[in-house]
């Protein structure tokens, strides 16, 4: 079993920053990407960046450029880097994890609101 909690989330003005942190716990040696999904009202759950094992970074054309995801070496966080954030970006944010056996974990997601 693996742990996720997100935090850092809040509202923000168009054009500015969050930074979004998910805290793992548990089997997380048995981690084999983390990423971040997104879902706002009325919407389906869609990606929005991911890492592997190996720290490689995918992104989706919505998140290239403005979003960086990292985390550090022990994967017990991973985080979200949000830059001149649209009011397009709204969504409630959730963690998710793959373990190398294929099973999916999420948290329970951090609410983002970009509005002036």
């Known amino acids: 079993q693996v742990q996720l909690v997100e935090s850092g989330g809040g509202l923000v003005q168009p054009g500015g920053s969050l930074r979004l942190s998910c805290a793992a716990s548990?089997?997380?040696?048995?981690?084999?990407?983390m990423g971040w999904y997104r879902q706002a009202p009325g919407k389906q759950r869609e990606l929005v960046a991911t890492?592997?094992?190996?720290?490689?970074?995918r992104y989706t054309d919505s998140a290239k450029g403005r979003f960086t995801i990292s985390r550090d070496t022990s994967w017990n966080t991973m985080y979200l880097q949000m830059n001149s954030l649209k009011p397009e970006d709204s969504a409630v944010y959730y963690c998710?994890?793959?373990?190398?056996?294929?099973?999916?974990?999420w948290g329970q997601g951090t609410q983002v609101t970009v509005s002036s």
């Open positions: 998710y994890v793959k373990s190398v056996h294929g099973t999916d974990y």
């Open positions: 548990g089997n997380i040696f048995r981690i084999n990407f």
């Open positions: 890492i592997s094992r190996g720290g490689t970074e």
